[in-house]
């Protein structure tokens, strides 16, 4: 649920546990300004204390990157969260579109930043 309406995630289904019970992955849509994507998101743990979930899509033509990293530091410290989003174009055709969704994800990285914050800490 935490990842639910971030950057335009929705529909999370076929939830994926590792071992541990801890969330390995889930399929999901995302509307982006050039169409729906719907594709799978993996969850990796880098190195404790270093959490990551990344979405790579690649789709219409556009390859559509999302991570969010979580690092812990110290008992009592605070918890950096990075996230970082792109669009990337296949070919030449595909460019004008790539422009449009990194734009609009310029524009609300920062609140999706910390909507992810909210809900993960």
Request: charged letters at 25%; zero cysteines; aromatic letters at 4%.
């Amino acid at each position: 649920e935490a990842w639910e309406g971030v950057a335009g995630i929705g529909d999370l289904r076929n939830r994926q546990v590792d071992t541990l019970g801890n969330l390995a992955g889930f399929d999901f849509t995302m509307d982006t300004p050039v169409g729906r994507i719907d594709d799978r998101a993996k969850v990796t743990a880098l190195q404790a204390p270093r959490h990551s979930l990344s979405i790579f899509a690649d789709q219409k033509g556009l390859l559509v990157y999302v991570n969010v990293a979580l690092n812990r530091m110290a008992s009592g410290e605070a918890t950096l969260v990075d996230v970082e989003v792109r669009a990337d174009a296949k070919s030449f055709l595909t460019k004008p579109l790539a422009a449009t969704l990194n734009m609009a994800m310029a524009q609300s990285i920062e609140n999706e930043a910390r909507t992810i914050a909210s809900r993960v800490l």
